[in-house]
């Protein structure tokens, strides 16, 4: 069975840091396209970051540029989300998403273009 389980959210204060982590488990992460996205109360579900199978092409939100930093380590089956100077307009659900591609240089940005989602994890920023 092919699942996506996301890890290491938590409450953390203005300009902090967390590092999400997603771990693909059922088959190889070197066959999908990743990416991160978040959902706050009452707003839609929207992309953080991506990033191809071979990591050479990745996407940012404007709102997380210079601040987070999407990864990858196909050996491990993990993808993580490196997120420093938090704010608290950061605070969502966050949700790791997968789908797999033939091209490893393949970006996808939107969340219908994602096949496989992962429960999501709290990310709580206090001012």
């Known amino acids: 069975q092919l699942t996506l389980i996301e890890s290491g959210g938590g409450l953390v204060q203005a300009g902090g840091s967390l590092r999400l982590s997603c771990a693909l488990s059922?088959?190889?992460?070197?066959?999908?396209?990743m990416g991160w996205f978040r959902q706050a109360p009452g707003k839609e579900r929207d992309v953080v970051a991506a990033?191809?199978?071979?990591?050479?092409?990745?996407h940012y939100t404007d709102s997380v540029k210079g601040r987070f930093t999407i990864s990858r380590d196909n050996a491990k089956n993990l993808v993580y989300l490196q997120m420093d100077s938090l704010k608290p307009e950061d605070t969502a659900v966050y949700y790791c998403?997968?789908?797999?591609?033939?091209?490893?240089?393949?970006?996808?940005?939107?969340?219908?273009?994602?096949?496989?989602w992962g429960q999501g994890t709290q990310v709580t920023v206090s001012s």
């Open positions: 998403a997968a789908d797999y591609t033939l091209n490893p240089s393949t970006l996808r940005t939107g969340s219908n273009s994602y096949t496989i």
């Open positions: 059922g088959r190889a992460l070197a066959n999908y396209a």
């Open positions: 990033i191809s199978r071979s990591a050479d092409n990745t």
